[in-house]
């Protein structure tokens, strides 16, 4: 059995652990977007399962939304993440049909807050980073971007010189101010998030999925003794530890910031990390094809584990065995209520 058909069964069973996130957001029963076997082909990415993970963050979302069209500026979040301001029309047409784009926008802001306010990177970075997790939600929805974009940016310039007034809590950044996504801008984000991170990288530990990270978020674990180094034709080389990083944090952030479990944030995160991969040159399957590869060599190797692992992965996925096995390595993994509803008296006495 390999590991694709594994991850499926295991989705296939997931259960709820009813876990909120820093926002108060209850984290839906995994049950609400289990997949297929089918939907993990593309190395556990589906349209699918993205299109869910889009679609649920904004109805958990819209709460908090607020209307402002009179406001100079495309979207935003207030300092206190109680309200996004959305100043832009919620629909636009594409070949006759209304497409309602709200969503995306929301997407937007909630990865640029979750991933800027969580490691301290700067807005511009930030942004940068969201935008390509926008892009692959709205292509994936069948939009083109240049049209999408280019409906923004028109609404941008009709906004140009309105001295409307701005809320005083508004946080602004430079969201939607350009919308020229590029790969060196990509890069530089890249940089600058695992510089920021670097220092709390831990490669001492056992992680049978390969990377994970500590409950609070200070630490982002890789599994020990790997080789992270990736051969690309022409002889150049890939420290893929840097994407590995970048999709554990995104993943975290999206986790804790807005309550968003597993399965979704993974899904988002993921679309963020293939655009940094294809950035490089690299092609996503030769890629994934490594990650199966090492992620096969950390499976079952269990002496090791964190004691303050988030377990979150793990019991979204109802890995029953994997979490059993890392509590008898860590008892103290038993502390987090997730693990004990999974393993109820079987694991955790």
Same mark, same amino acid.
């Given at each position: 059995?390999?590991?694709?058909?594994?991850?499926?069964?295991?989705?296939?069973?997931?259960?709820?652990?009813?876990?909120?996130?820093?926002?108060?957001?209850?984290?839906?029963?995994?049950? &609400?977007?289990?997949?297929?076997?089918?939907?993990?082909?593309?190395?556990?990415?589906?349209?699918?399962?993205?299109?869910?993970?889009?679609?649920?963050?904004?109805?958990?979302?819209?709460?908090?939304?607020? +209307?402002?069209?009179?406001?100079?500026?495309?979207?935003?979040?207030?300092?206190?993440?109680?309200?996004?301001?959305?100043?832009?029309?919620?629909?636009?047409?594409?070949?006759?049909?209304?497409?309602?784009?709200?969503?995306?926008?929301?997407?937007?802001?909630?990865?640029?807050?979750?991933?800027?306010?969580?490691?301290?990177?700067?807005?511009?970075?930030? +942004?940068?980073?969201? +935008?390509?997790?926008?892009?692959?939600?709205?292509?994936?929805?069948?939009?083109?971007?240049?049209?999408?974009?280019?409906?923004?940016?028109?609404?941008?310039?009709?906004?140009?010189?309105?001295?409307?007034?701005?809320?005083?809590?508004?946080?602004?950044?430079?969201?939607?101010?350009?919308?020229?996504?590029?790969?060196?801008?990509?890069?530089?984000?890249?940089?600058?998030?695992?510089?920021?991170?670097?220092?709390?990288?831990?490669?001492?530990?056992?992680?049978?999925?390969?990377?994970?990270?500590?409950?609070?978020?200070?630490?982002?674990?890789?599994?020990?003794?790997?080789?992270?180094?990736?051969?690309?034709?022409?002889?150049?080389?890939?420290?893929?530890?840097?994407?590995?990083?970048?999709?554990?944090?995104?993943?975290?952030?999206?986790?804790?910031?807005?309550?968003?479990?597993?399965?979704?944030?993974?899904?988002?995160?993921?679309?963020?990390?293939?655009?940094?991969?294809?950035?490089?040159?690299?092609?996503?399957?030769?890629? &994934?094809?490594?990650?199966?590869?090492?992620?096969?060599?950390?499976?079952?190797?269990?002496?090791?584990?964190?004691?303050?692992?988030?377990?979150?992965?793990?019991?979204?996925?109802?890995?029953?065995? +994997?979490?059993?096995?890392?509590?008898?390595?860590?008892?103290?993994?038993?502390?987090?209520?997730?693990?004990?509803?999974?393993?109820?008296?079987?694991?955790?006495?």
């Amino acid at each position: 059995m390999n590991l694709r058909t594994i991850f499926s069964i295991f989705l296939l069973f997931s259960v709820s652990i009813g876990q909120t996130g820093q926002a108060g957001i209850k984290r839906p029963p995994c049950r &609400d977007f289990i997949g297929t076997a089918a939907a993990w082909v593309d190395t556990k990415i589906s349209g699918k399962m993205l299109d869910e993970a889009v679609n649920h963050l904004y109805r958990f979302l819209v709460p908090k939304i607020e +209307t402002r069209k009179s406001l100079p500026l495309i979207a935003g979040c207030s300092r206190d993440e109680k309200t996004i301001y959305i100043a832009v029309d919620s629909h636009f047409y594409l070949n006759g049909s209304k497409r309602e784009i709200n969503r995306f926008i929301v997407l937007h802001i909630a990865y640029e807050t979750a991933i800027r306010r969580t490691y301290g990177i700067s807005t511009e970075s930030a +942004t940068e980073l969201a +935008t390509w997790a926008e892009r692959a939600a709205v292509e994936n929805a069948g939009i083109p971007w240049g049209k999408y974009r280019d409906f923004i940016l028109e609404q941008i310039q009709n906004k140009n010189g309105s001295r409307a007034q701005v809320p005083s809590d508004l946080l602004q950044n430079d969201y939607f101010s350009k919308k020229v996504l590029s790969k060196e801008g990509l890069m530089d984000a890249l940089e600058e998030l695992t510089s920021k991170v670097a220092s709390r990288v831990d490669e001492s530990y056992d992680i049978p999925y390969l990377a994970g990270y500590s409950l609070d978020g200070k630490e982002i674990y890789l599994h020990r003794g790997m080789k992270y180094k990736l051969l690309r034709l022409r002889g150049k080389t890939y420290d893929i530890r840097k994407t590995v990083v970048l999709h554990e944090a995104g993943e975290k952030a999206l986790m804790d910031h807005w309550g968003l479990n597993y399965p979704h944030a993974h899904q988002i995160t993921s679309r963020v990390e293939k655009a940094a991969v294809q950035a490089w040159g690299l092609q996503w399957s030769r890629y &994934d094809q490594y990650l199966q590869e090492l992620i096969s060599k950390a499976w079952g190797r269990v002496s090791k584990i964190p004691p303050e692992l988030d377990m979150t992965p793990y019991c979204d996925e109802n890995d029953f065995d +994997t979490v059993q096995a890392m509590v008898r390595s860590a008892p103290s993994l038993c502390q987090q209520n997730q693990v004990k509803e999974l393993l109820g008296g079987e694991g955790c006495l």
